[in-house]
């Protein structure tokens, strides 16, 4: 449950926020939008339903769409639900293509941190590698988009492997540990000139 709150958190973090690890503090819309899902389950099955709501209370609702059209049930598009289910399932597919890159040897695991098309946060893969349990059993996802909006696509969905699991927690990991930080710099003295090492902000 905190792994699969986390990447909701991060995920919707990511739309504003492209960095590769998070600040401490998450954005408080984040933090809003992620409060406002409904997790259930399905009776004597192990299988979580996550709901995300279509709108985020801080969106606005315009009488109208900018298409002149009305709005479908009284909800606008685009709206917060469908740009952090996509952007959820555009980071898992990510995720899980550069972990069999690297499970296979076709990339080091430095590649989690090279810029590109969908850039995965250490909060994210964190959260992708921990939600198959302390075992890292496979686990499956699966997105569906509501159909009270136009344009919703068949559900989508895809396995991630305890492997994928494993190198998703150590990308997570290294990204923490080994990437720069902005506004960090280091400066040290020789101890022949008396002097200590320090780090300033």
Do not use: K, W
């Amino acid at each position: 449950m905190t792994a699969l709150r986390g990447y909701v958190v991060a995920s919707a973090a990511a739309l504003d926020h492209g960095d590769l690890v998070l600040p401490p503090r998450r954005p408080l819309r984040a933090e809003s939008y992620a409060s406002q899902t409904r997790v259930s389950t399905r009776p004597g099955s192990f299988v979580l339903s996550l709901a995300l709501p279509l709108r985020d209370v801080n969106d606005e609702v315009p009488a109208e769409s900018t298409s002149g059209q009305e709005v479908l049930a009284g909800i606008p598009a685009p709206v917060s639900g469908r740009r952090v289910t996509n952007r959820m399932f555009a980071a898992a597919r990510r995720a899980q293509q550069l972990a069999r890159d690297v499970g296979e040897g076709e990339s080091p695991l430095s590649a989690f941190g090279h810029p590109g098309d969908v850039t995965v946060n250490a909060t994210e893969l964190e959260s992708l590698g921990s939600l198959g349990g302390p075992e890292q059993d496979a686990y499956p996802l699966r997105f569906s988009q509501s159909p009270l909006l136009p344009g919703s696509r068949s559900p989508q969905g895809l396995r991630m492997t305890p492997g994928q699991q494993r190198i998703l927690r150590e990308a997570a990991d290294y990204l923490r540990t080994r990437q720069p930080r902005a506004n960090v710099t280091g400066q040290s003295r020789s101890a022949e000139s008396g002097g200590a090492g320090q780090i300033g902000g």
